[in-house]
């Protein structure tokens, strides 16, 4: 079974508007983080956002915001006022245990001018 | 910070030919250290993993092989290629309760 599911395989979103990707994943264990990276055509793979499974508020680093849904096992992404910029995959990952990092299948997003 | 130092950034190689693929960290000690590999347009597959010297795990049974000859160094190699064994290989290391930190990859062809 899929332990981490990204639902949305692409997304085309107009510029300045914000962006909601979809991310929910399946553990067992109390203690997990989720991560989400942004992957431009180059290949690298940039760290957004991290949220640890007993962290009582939603993570923020800038634009990027983690609507963390612990009951409904979600960790959304959403960038407020997109940028051509932030056309790229995004992946959302899981920490499960010291060393498993399990990933989502990405999320192409294209932002339109 | 932590980095991760992968080279070359592309490479094309003959099939049968053998690969050497190698990254170093720095800024971390005794990191976990992962190979990926990603197909166009796709997700991360989990190659190999290392939670230290000489201990490599493998996730998937192929014509790859890891090693770590030491703590700050993470070797993919394979003795013959395959036309398969195309794609863009990540180095990626962990230290404890951070996030993964990535090489900028390399991009294979084998043709």
């Known amino acids: 079974a899929q332990k981490i599911t990204q639902t949305q395989p692409g997304m085309f979103v107009q510029e300045k508007e914000a962006v909601t990707l979809d991310c929910t994943y399946d553990t067992s264990d109390p203690s997990y983080g989720l991560f989400w990276y942004k992957q431009p055509s180059s290949g690298e793979m940039i760290f957004l956002i991290y949220?640890?499974?007993?962290d009582q508020q939603n993570a923020t680093e800038g634009r990027y915001s983690l609507n963390f849904q612990k009951a409904r096992k979600s960790a959304n992404l959403v960038i407020s006022a997109s940028q051509l910029g932030d056309s790229a995959m995004y992946f959302c990952?899981?920490?499960?245990?010291?060393?498993?990092?399990?990933w989502g299948a990405g999320t192409k997003l294209i932002i339109k001018p | 910070s932590q980095t991760i130092h992968q080279w070359p950034a592309t490479l094309v190689q003959p099939v049968g030919s053998p690969l050497s693929l190698e990254c170093t960290v720095e800024?971390?000690?005794?990191?976990?250290l992962y190979w990926y590999r990603q197909a166009a347009g796709r997700g991360l597959q989990l190659l190999f993993y290392s939670v230290g010297i000489g201990q490599i795990s493998s996730e998937v049974p192929q014509n790859l092989s890891a090693s770590r000859p030491q703590d700050r160094q993470f070797i993919l190699s394979s003795k013959k290629l395959l036309l398969s064994d195309s794609g863009f290989y990540l180095c990626a290391g962990q230290g404890e309760n951070t996030e993964a930190f990535f090489g900028q990859g390399t991009r294979l062809t084998v043709v």
């Open positions: 800024g971390t000690s005794n990191p976990n």
């Open positions: 990952a899981m920490r499960e245990g010291p060393y498993q990092l399990i």
């Open positions: 949220q640890g499974s007993y």
